[in-house]
């Protein structure tokens, strides 16, 4: 704006916290509600569409399979705008049917809650992005998140403080963070 109007006034606002998906539990309840006895879970939450990279998500996930890390669980929760088996082939291919538990489903605003409880990390691998309001519910729920430096993701997601900023489309540089 600033370029094409030098005298423009205008005032930035940021993207509110979302508070609107109550309180969370404790980690323990969730995760025995939701059937999870991992020791680290990650979660990623939200419309599943091509840009939001869940395939290099699921590379990154191989990645750490490999590399000998057990006991970790990926959360992948809403619901699919495409070829949803193409995931779940994917998730074969990978060997990580134990490791990724897919809920493809909308997910109403009282039951939020429980999956960012459950979470120790929120995992947003997008291709390309401008926004997302899932860094201000992981952020009310006093989680951390991991993002690629896409977007306006890293005017938000602060590297080392409140999560980690990574390469775009990098699955070992997703593993690593």
């Given amino acids: 704006l ?73 959360l992948v929760v809403g619901e699919c705008y495409g070829d949803e088996e193409a995931y779940r082939a994917k998730i074969g291919e990978l060997g990580l049917a134990s490791s990724v538990k897919f809920v493809s489903d909308y997910v109403p605003n009282d039951k939020v809650a429980i999956y960012f409880s459950a979470a120790d990390a929120v995992v947003l691998p997008y291709l390309s992005a401008t926004q997302s309001g899932i860094v201000q519910i992981a952020y009310h729920f006093d989680k951390p998140v991991i993002a690629p430096a896409t977007g306006g993701l890293p005017e938000v997601v602060l590297d080392g403080k409140p999560g980690f900023i990574v390469p775009p489309n990098s699955p070992s540089a997703l593993a690593g963070a």
């Fill in 2 to 74: 600033k370029r094409i109007r030098p005298d423009a006034l205008y005032r930035n606002v940021p993207h509110p916290i979302y508070e609107n998906f109550g309180r969370a539990i404790p980690k323990a309840e969730a995760r025995t509600a939701l059937g999870l006895s991992a020791e680290k879970v990650m979660l990623f939450f939200g419309y599943i569409r091509p840009y939001k990279g869940l395939f290099v998500l699921l590379e990154a996930m191989h990645l750490l399979a490999q590399s000998g890390m057990k006991n970790l669980v990926l």
